[in-house]
């Protein structure tokens, strides 16, 4: 099925307020198929589109961080923690380093270490003379410290 001009320029100014490919689709009365296929055929449609659909998804992470500021600065009455929550996730997902870079310092080992309490041996004393298959070697005593 193919969608007529006015269509289009209604899926690609609806893309640039909601950012999504379904919403457009409902707004023009076509679907997401039909738009697919649409971008497949005409490269200047789809070029449109993928603009349309990034410049949606920044006007999603505006809004957003509009709303966390009104509940920053307590303009807003009484505070929703699900909508709070919900601009805090999409402000992660659309803006770009909205929460910083995240950097691991140090190496996580995942190697499980058993610690037992049984005592070490006390390598100050003397080592004890021990018998060798022949007799005729003799062991050289030394003083070993750890």
């Known amino acids: 099925m193919k969608i007529t001009h006015d269509q289009k320029e209604t ?3 609806d893309m640039r307020e909601y950012g999504t490919m379904q919403h457009a689709s409902k707004v023009c009365g076509v679907s997401v198929r039909t738009l697919n296929e649409e971008m497949r055929r005409s490269e200047v449609f ?3 589109v993928l603009e349309a659909r990034a410049e949606g998804k920044q006007n999603i992470a505006d809004k957003a961080v509009e709303m ?5 600065s307590g303009e807003l ?3 929703d923690r699900n909508v ?3 601009n805090i996730a999409l402000a992660n997902a659309y803006e ?3 929460r910083g870079t995240t950097q691991v310092q140090g190496r996580i080992e995942h190697a499980i270490r058993v610690i037992t309490a049984v005592p070490r041996p006390n390598y100050l004393d003397e080592p004890k003379e021990e018998m060798l298959l022949d007799p005729k070697i003799k062991l050289i005593k030394e003083n070993v410290s750890d």
């Not at 966390?68 to 920053?72: M, N, P, T, V």
């Open 46 to 48: 789809k070029r449109r």
């Open 11 to 13: 899926a690609i100014e």
């Open 84 to 86: 709070l929550t919900a």
């Open 96 to 98: 770009a380093g909205f």
């Open 68 to 72: 966390i500021k009104l509940y920053a």
């Open 77 to 79: 009455p009484k505070t």
